[in-house]
Structures are given as structure tokens and as C-alpha cells.
Nanobody, 115 residues
Framework: QVQLVESGGGLVQAGGSLRLSCAAS????????MGWYRQAPGKQRELLAV???????NYADSVKGRFAISRDNAKNTVYLQMNSLKPEDTAVYYC?????????WGKGTLVTVSS
């Protein structure tokens, strides 16, 4: 069974930075995609960034230039560096793993950006 555990959320002032981490454990294929999503109150979950096991990345326009996704394959861990945070970035942030035919989600970590 695959498990994803996020960490690094919290309260930060506008303009500040946070780094989220997500550690995956279990039976994980060498070739996979890991990503970050978020869901704000009353809104749909949105894709922020995704990274392949080879290091290729894609970003949503809303975070391009401010957020950076990276991963450590040896640790099966993906990171999301978030800079220049805005109050509208307030949401629960979820880690996602696409592992072969299966997809897994973490439980989420809350990020609150105060103005």
C-alpha cells in the first residue's frame, strides 16, 4: 500500500515563503509522476505543479514563477517551494502520486497566508 505524508504547512504573512514536503512510502514504481494540488474553501481542487521521476516539470499559470517543485527520488519525496505568497494562496495543499495505473493522495496540509 502506498502512503503519502505532507508536511510544512502553516501560517505565513503575505510576501513570505513556505516549503512543503511529501514523503511517499510503499510499492512505488521507478517511473512515476508526483504533484501538488490545492483546494481553497468553496473552490475545486486545482493542479499547481507536477514533476516526473526524470525531473520534467509543469506548472499552473497561477503559480508559475513563484512556486517551484522538486523531488528526491532516493527518498521518494517531492517538495514545493512557495515564494511571494498571497492571501489567495490560502488553501489545503495536497500531494499526489501517479504510480502506474493507480493514483494516491495525501491527507493535505493547510497553508494560511495573512494580509
Amino acid at each position: 500500500q502506498v502512503q503519502l505524508v505532507e508536511s510544512g504547512g502553516g501560517l505565513v504573512q503575505a510576501g513570505g515563503s513556505l516549503r512543503l514536503s511529501c514523503a511517499a512510502s510503499g510499492s512505488i514504481f521507478r517511473s512515476n509522476f508526483m504533484g501538488w494540488y490545492r483546494q481553497a474553501p468553496g473552490k475545486q481542487r486545482e493542479l499547481l505543479a507536477v514533476i516526473s521521476s526524470g525531473g520534467s516539470t509543469n506548472y499552473a499559470d497561477s503559480v508559475k514563477g513563484r512556486f517551484a517543485i522538486s523531488r528526491d527520488n532516493a527518498k521518494n519525496t517531492v517538495y514545493l517551494q512557495m515564494n511571494s505568497l498571497k492571501p489567495e494562496d490560502t488553501a489545503v495543499y495536497y500531494c499526489n502520486l501517479r504510480n502506474g495505473p493507480s493514483e494516491y493522495w495525501g491527507k493535505g496540509t493547510l497553508v494560511t497566508v495573512s494580509s
